[in-house]
Structures are given as structure tokens and as C-alpha cells.
């Protein structure tokens, strides 16, 4: 049994190259390099508080709680305080170039797209049988049984068994198109008709269509999403130049 294995950068960039990760590793050099040419560009400075609050939120969201395991993490991932500084640093500048580009295009994408970010409560049962959802639907209608009682009969998962098909709220995203464009034509709280898709036969009762929010959440994924698109739009443009050779 080997004792000891020693790796070396030489031998981690040979292991990059098979596992096939060469080219999404390459864009994110390419990323980051438009993203500090655009951060000059834009006039964006980076203050010793910030990378200060910024490290600490690193360090927590990695649970990094003592210097200890700050100094563990650091010796994991092959990283030199210096390359957590510029790390720290980089997403920084991220973050503050994205807020810079599109804070103010948050609100009319938001409006123009809110319908994108609403969701459904929902309760679901899904069945093999057409004829047999057809039956169930008009015995709940007629109130010959209810919603729960048939999901705790069909629905297999013991979770949403248990819980009456209860789904919680499901964003309009997450629905398949020909569910979403039932869902968003009801009125609630009503029980849909049967609807087929690959998966099988949906019986759906919905309760409540929930109106999306511009909170600081919603803010920050919109200001994120619009940032992503940006930067691969500008990696496209990008002629890549690799001097990595065959042999390393």
C-alpha cells in the first residue's frame, strides 16, 4: 500500500487536461480578466473595510470560524494568504462591476418579466391512469372525497403523502410549460382538470397564486442574472489564445 503520494502543479494541470475542465476553466480566466479591464474601466475602487467585511463573509459562509481552520482551508486548496486576499478581492470587484452595470435595470426588468418570478401553492398527485384521474377529479369535485384522501391513497413519496400532495410554493419556473399555462389561467383555490405530460397524469389543486417581491433577495439574483448574461456575451467576443501545451 503507497504510504505517501507527492503532487505536483505539473501533475494537477495533467489531471485538469483529462478530466476535460481545460476549456470551462479557461473562461473563467477569460471572465475574470474582462471583469477587471471593465472594473478599471468603470473607475471602481475596492476599500481596505470592504475586503475586510468581505473576508470575514467568506470565511463564514465556508465556516471558517477560528484561524485554525481558516489556516486548514488555505492548505487544502493549495492557497497562500496572498491568494485569499486576491481572491477576496476579485469577487469583491465582481460584485461591485455588476451592481455598477445593472442596479438600475433591476426595476423595469423586473416589471416587464414579474409574471417569470411569481409561484403557486399547490397540492399535486401524479398517476399512471388518464380514466382513473378523470374519476378522481369529478369524485373531489362532487365531494365524494377529498384532495388529501386521494393523495394519501396515490401519492408514493411518504413526505407529500403525509403532507396531502402539498408542494409548497413552486416557482412559475420550475413548472413545466403546459402545467404553468393551466395554473396561470385558474382561478384559485380550484382543482384543475387532469393534465398529461411525460411524467404522467397531474391532478393539481390550486390554492393561491403568490406575487413576487422586489426585496433584497430578488435584487441580487436579478442584478446577478443580468451580470451573467453580460459577461458571456463579452467572453464570445473574445479571441482565447491557450499556450498550454500537449506535453505539460
Not at 422586489?214 to 463579452?234: A, C, I, P, Y
Amino acid at each position: 500500500m503507497l504510504q505517501s503520494i507527492t503532487i505536483t502543479s505539473k501533475d494537477i494541470l495533467h489531471q485538469v487536461k483529462l478530466s476535460g475542465k481545460i476549456t470551462s476553466i479557461t473562461e473563467e480566466i477569460v471572465q475574470l480578466n474582462i471583469i477587471k479591464t471593465a472594473a478599471v474601466q468603470a473607475g471602481i475602487e475596492v476599500t481596505t473595510e470592504e475586503l475586510q467585511k468581505f473576508a470575514d463573509y467568506l470565511r463564514l459562509t465556508n465556516k471558517l470560524n477560528t484561524a485554525e481552520e481558516t489556516w486548514k482551508w488555505l492548505n487544502q486548496n493549495v492557497m497562500s494568504l496572498d491568494d485569499f486576499e486576491e481572491l477576496v478581492y476579485n469577487s469583491l470587484v465582481s460584485i461591485k462591476l455588476a451592481h455598477h452595470l445593472f442596479a438600475n435595470q433591476v426595476e423595469p426588468f423586473f416589471y416587464e418579466h414579474q409574471l417569470d418570478y411569481s409561484g403557486v401553492v399547490m397540492y399535486e398527485v401524479i398517476l399512471d391512469d388518464e380514466d382513473l384521474a378523470m374519476e378522481l377529479f369529478y369524485a373531489i369535485t362532487e365531494g365524494e372525497v377529498s384532495f388529501f384522501e386521494v393523495a394519501r391513497q396515490y401519492v408514493e413519496d411518504t413526505e407529500l403523502r403525509r403532507s396531502g400532495g402539498y408542494k409548497g410554493i413552486v416557482p412559475r419556473q420550475e413548472l413545466k410549460p403546459e402545467i404553468s399555462a393551466v395554473i396561470y389561467s385558474s382561478e384559485p383555490p380550484q382543482l384543475l382538470k387532469p393534465i398529461i405530460t411525460s411524467r404522467g397524469i397531474h391532478l393539481i389543486f390550486v390554492e393561491e397564486i403568490v406575487q413576487p417581491k422586489l426585496d433584497t433577495l430578488l435584487r441580487e439574483t436579478l442584478v446577478s442574472g443580468l451580470f451573467t448574461k453580460w459577461l458571456e456575451q463579452q467572453v464570445d467576443e473574445v479571441e482565447v489564445v491557450r499556450k498550454i501545451t500537449p506535453e505539460c
